[in-house]
């Protein structure tokens, strides 16, 4: 019973590039969260989907930053242009139902590294 | 708003002893309490969590104490080993911006000395 799987693990990609980082949440999980950790600090929330919809994207950056999940595949967070400030580990969620009461299951990250 | 407020942001204690882990949360209504724990270069995992409906839990060394009156909750590690070092988030469910979710606090950095 595979856990939620997030690919690449690691993420290099020059400034000006786009990076597209995967979610797969777990089985029979149909809720996804991104968040995003600079190092040494906590977790930042970015974006809260659905399938095939955007419930809360509040932690969204305006510009260069997406996030879908599509009705098949994985969720997907696009950064277009990237810039140095970008580089961070990004982290998926998911969980069973709509709530925080039903808690959430992360995935392992991916690292990005803006050169 | 809502928020999570989480003390201390770094702990060190020597091998052996008890490390404890204190959150407030600002929603008198949130009823679900989850902890993570976090190893370098890892994601989150859920470690223990408790519900509204129970004051205390335990699972071997650790245990998490909740306060609903003063709208606290603790993490209670014992018999610290290396293998605990790590950070740990606590979160609390909240209703924020038109849905339950989960609030974070701002991780504690605890370090066990052999």
């Known amino acids: 019973n595979a856990g939620v799987m997030q690919n690449p693990r690691h993420l290099v990609r020059r400034r000006g590039q786009e990076a597209r980082l995967r979610c797969s949440p777990m089985?029979?999980?149909?809720?996804v969260y991104w968040y995003r950790q600079l190092p040494e600090e906590g977790l930042k929330f970015m974006v809260y989907l659905q399938k095939e919809n955007i419930i809360d994207e509040s932690g969204m950056p305006k510009e260069r930053f997406s996030a879908e999940f599509p009705k098949e595949g994985p969720s997907i967070l696009r950064i277009q242009q990237v810039v140095r400030g970008d580089s961070a580990a990004y982290f998926c969620?998911?969980?069973?139902?709509?709530?925080?009461?039903?808690?959430?299951?992360f995935g392992s990250g991916t690292r990005l590294t803006v050169v | 708003g809502e928020n999570v407020e989480q003390h201390p942001s770094t702990l060190s204690v020597q091998e052996g002893d008890s490390a404890v882990i204190k959150c407030t949360y600002s929603?008198?209504?949130?009823?679900?309490f989850p902890w993570y724990k976090q190893e370098l270069g890892k994601g989150p995992q859920l470690i223990i969590d408790?519900?509204?409906?129970?004051g205390e839990k335990k699972d071997q060394r650790i245990a998490v104490t909740l306060n609903k009156t003063a709208k606290h909750f603790s993490l209670h590690i014992t018999e610290t080993q290396p293998e605990d070092s790590a950070v740990y988030f606590c979160a609390a469910s909240m209703f924020s911006g038109g849905y339950n979710k989960l609030i974070f606090g701002a991780g504690t950095r605890l370090a066990v000395h052999p």
């Open positions: 089985k029979g999980h149909s809720h």
């Open positions: 408790i519900r509204s409906n129970v």
């Open positions: 929603d008198s209504a949130s009823n679900y």
């Open positions: 969620a998911s969980s069973p139902a709509g709530g925080g009461e039903y808690g959430y299951t």
